[in-house]
Nanobody, 124 residues
Framework: VQLQASGGGLVQAGGSLRLACAASRISFRSYVMAWFRQAPGKDREFVGA????????EYADSVKDRFIMYRGNAKNTVYLQMNNLKPEDTAVYYC??????????????????WGQGTLVTVSS
């Protein structure tokens, strides 16, 4: 299984970025996909998750109404559209895959596979 995250970069506060995570060697539609992030000196934290069909999503309170997850199952890719970015959103963003049914999606231990991370830097 491989997860390849991309789309990070430097953006000013109030700007937008779209992250993508391309998956290979998995039955993509069967996996709950999630994004986590880790800022320097902090623990990895949950950002959002999406069910295999895309019909269910859940977000951390800190990003709700600003970030949107969606997936393109035909392309084995999950996306994180990030709007109205704030300096506190600065972190390395990781995508993750869970082969089980929807569960405690905010827990890192739920996920069997992780991407390599992509850095998002938001300047004030």
């Amino acid at each position: 299984v491989q997860l390849q995250a991309s789309g990070g970069g430097l953006v000013q506060a109030g700007g937008s970025l779209r992250l993508a995570c391309a998956a290979s060697r998995i039955s993509f539609r069967s996996y709950v996909m999630a994004w986590f992030r880790q800022a320097p000196g902090k623990d990895r934290e949950f950002v959002g998750a999406i069910s295999g069909t895309g019909s269910r999503t859940e977000y951390a309170d800190s990003v709700k109404d600003r970030f949107i997850m969606y997936r393109g199952n035909a392309k084995n890719t999950v996306y994180l559209q990030m709007n109205n970015l704030k300096p506190e959103d600065t972190a390395v963003y990781y995508c993750a895959a869970d082969p089980q049914a929807w569960g405690s999606v905010y827990r890192t231990a739920e996920y069997d596979y992780w991407g390599q991370g992509t850095l998002v830097t938001v300047s004030s």
